[in-house]
């Protein structure tokens, strides 16, 4: 299967001709999620976003910003990021053969992302702050030195995310368009880019989808109506304070008729060991926010066929699996010991 860029040319901002850095991003699964569909009364599906090369939904965006940065003669490039930016930036920089530096909130992100950065090769810098200051040094760096900013403020990470909503009408159909899409929210990057991506297919679909953004309740700026000054949450890749594409996040939710709302950690681990264990589906806790939202929420009014954009791998943080899974039983090597450590 081509990348994205070459699939979707004649909607993304690439001539022929122009370079393009790939790794056959995006066609990421749909899957059905039976046992959630049950529970919440509706027809749910899962867009599988961590498998993507380098296990978030980031690559579309970074295949698209990456190319416009070789493309400009750019020999660099730099992002902040809670962890799958910086995974995603260190791999695409490595196949273009140019420099990457990626500045983390120190000790914040997913084991995970941290060892895809590492090597990959890129410049790993963490920051004694959080994201939001590190974007706000990095908005600077790149105004100050020939260096392409690869943060979410590019116009062309969102065009290469606005292509999971092209995949989401043409594997569904036009005949059975979704009701709402289901998505967790940092920077607010990703649901604008859902957004346009159905904006820009209205003709090809009978109803436009409810965006239904969800953020993690000690990061929930876009919720609360302000910035926040000191985020937590253990969703490590949501812990933003102060979005930088709040405004048309908000904008996506109004002229959808969709809703911003907010769920626990608690909540979020919930529906985290759900899809695990009962859809066999392993994401990552910020991407789970989205299905909490709906098990805490409910299904809005007149929702009936409904897509959980799932935008992290679970593996990208093993260590909150391994702490709230169920633990590990300590074995002889012996049968006996085998049977009674099997059966219980
Ligand atoms: C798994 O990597 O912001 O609302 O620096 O990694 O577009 O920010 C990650 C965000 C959801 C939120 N799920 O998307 C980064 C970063 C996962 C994520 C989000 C992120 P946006």
Not at 146 to 167: D, H, M, Y
């Amino acid at each position: 299967m081509a990348g994205l860029i070459e699939r979707y040319r004649d909607r993304l901002p690439f001539a022929p001709g122009d370079p393009v850095i790939t790794l056959d991003e995006g066609a990421t699964p749909l899957v059905h999620a039976p046992r959630l569909s049950e529970r919440l009364g509706g027809e749910v599906w899962l867009k599988i976003e961590g498998a993507n090369p380098t296990g978030s939904f980031k690559d579309r965006g970074m295949t698209c910003a990456v190319s416009g940065a070789v493309r400009d003669g750019s020999t660099a490039v730099v992002c902040a990021s809670t962890g799958n930016t910086a995974a995603s930036a260190a791999a695409y920089a490595a196949r273009a053969g140019i420099t990457c530096a990626v500045i983390v909130p120190d000790g914040k992100i997913a084991r995970g992302k941290l060892a895809q950065a590492v090597i990959h090769g890129a410049r790993v810098v963490g920051l004694k702050g959080n994201f939001d200051e590190a974007l706000r040094l990095v908005r600077e760096l790149s105004q100050a030195h020939p260096i392409a900013l690869v943060n979410s403020v590019n116009p062309l990470r969102i065009e290469g995310q606005k292509t999971a909503a092209f995949e989401l009408i043409e594997t569904l159909g036009p005949q059975r368009p979704l009701d709402a899409l289901a998505i967790s929210v940092g920077n607010a990057g990703n649901i604008t880019a859902y957004w346009k991506g159905f904006s820009e297919s209205a003709d090809q679909i009978e109803r436009m989808p409810k965006m239904l953004g969800f953020q993690a309740a000690g990061a929930a700026p876009l919720v609360l109506g302000h910035a926040v000054e000191q985020p937590e949450t253990l969703a490590s890749a949501i812990r933003i304070g102060d979005p930088a594409r709040g405004e048309e996040a908000l904008l996506a939710v109004s002229e959808s008729g969709g809703a911003i709302n907010s769920v626990t950690d608690e909540q979020i681990l919930e529906a985290y060991r759900f899809l695990a264990d009962q859809e066999g589906v392993f994401c990552e806790p910020s991407s789970a926010a989205s299905v909490a939202g709906l098990l805490v929420h409910g299904l809005p009014e007149g929702v009936e066929r409904i897509v959980c954009a799932l935008t992290g791998h679970g593996l990208k943080d093993p260590e909150t699996a391994i702490e709230i899974g169920e633990g590990i039983i300590p074995c002889e090597a012996n049968l006996a010991a085998v049977e009674t450590a099997v059966w219980g």
